[in-house]
T-cell receptor, first 118, second 109 residues
C-alpha cells in the first residue's frame, strides 16, 4: 500500500530555534499534502494544505510565517517551525494524496513527529 | 460553517462484541474515509468509500457511504483487544478534507 514517511519521529529543541519536519510519499506522487497538529486526546487539526509547486493555503489562525511549508516536489513537503516556543510543542502529522479534482485518492498519513520545545 | 459529528465519542466494550459508530455532516462529500489511530502514531486507512450507498468490507470491518452523501457508518464485528484506538471518519471533498472528532474504543478482554 501507499507509504508516507515522516521524519524525524521526535525532536527536542530549545526555545528560539527552528525545526524542520519532512514528509515524503515513497511510492506515489503526492499532488497535495496536508499538515496537521494534534493535541492530546483531540482530533487532528488541519494547519495547511499544499499543492506541489504552489504556495500553501493556511487555515484560519495558523501563522504562515511561523509554520513555513514547502512542497517543492511531488514526493516531498517540509514544515519548518520557526523560532519555536514551548507552546509549539505538539504532535505534527503530515498526509498526502494523489490525483486532483474529481479523481483524488485517499489520504495516507505519516507516523507523526513529536515536537518538544524546552 | 461545515459541521461534522461523530458518535459515540467513546466506547467500552467486551471482547467479542460488535461495534458501531457513525458520522454525519452538514455538507455533501464525494468520499468518506475511515481511519484508526494508535497512540503516538499517524492514522491508518481502514476503508475508503467513493459512491453514495456503497457498502464495503475489510475483514471484520464494514462501512457504508450514506445515500445522501452526508453520513457514513463503520461496524466492527467480533472485537479483539488490538481494535483499541481512536477511529476517525474523514469526509473528503474536491478541495477539503475534514477530520471527525473521533471515537475512542476500549476493548475489555
Amino acid at each position: 500500500g501507499a507509504v508516507v514517511s515522516q521524519h524525524p519521529s521526535w525532536v527536542i529543541c530549545k526555545s528560539g530555534t527552528s525545526v524542520k519536519i519532512e514528509c515524503r510519499s515513497l511510492d506515489f506522487q503526492a499532488t497535495t499534502m496536508f499538515w496537521y497538529r494534534q493535541f492530546p486526546k483531540q482530533s487532528l487539526m488541519l494547519m495547511a494544505t499544499s499543492n506541489e509547486g504552489s504556495k500553501a493555503t493556511y487555515e484560519q489562525g495558523v501563522e504562515k510565517d511561523k509554520f513555513l511549508i514547502n512542497h517543492a516536489s511531488l514526493t516531498l513537503s517540509t514544515l519548518t517551525v520557526t523560532s519555536a516556543h514551548p507552546e509549539d510543542s505538539s504532535f505534527y502529522i503530515c498526509s498526502a494524496r494523489s490525483g486532483g479534482g474529481r479523481t483524488v485518492g485517499p489520504l495516507h498519513f505519516g507516523n507523526g513527529t513529536r515536537l518538544t520545545v524546552t | 460553517g461545515q459541521q461534522l459529528n461523530q458518535s459515540p465519542q467513546s466506547m467500552f466494550i467486551q471482547e467479542g462484541e460488535d461495534v458501531s459508530m457513525n458520522c454525519t455532516s452538514s455538507s455533501i462529500f464525494n468520499t468518506w474515509l475511515w481511519y484508526k489511530q494508535d497512540p503516538g502514531e499517524g492514522p491508518v486507512l481502514l476503508i475508503a468509500l467513493y459512491k453514495a450507498g456503497e457498502l464495503t468490507s475489510n475483514g471484520r470491518l464494514t462501512a457504508q457511504f450514506g445515500i445522501t452523501r452526508k453520513d457514513s457508518f463503520l461496524n466492527i464485528s467480533a472485537s479483539i483487544p488490538s481494535d483499541v484506538g481512536i477511529y476517525f471518519c474523514v469526509p473528503q471533498g474536491y478541495d477539503k478534507v475534514i477530520f471527525g472528532p473521533g471515537t475512542s474504543l476500549s476493548v475489555i478482554p
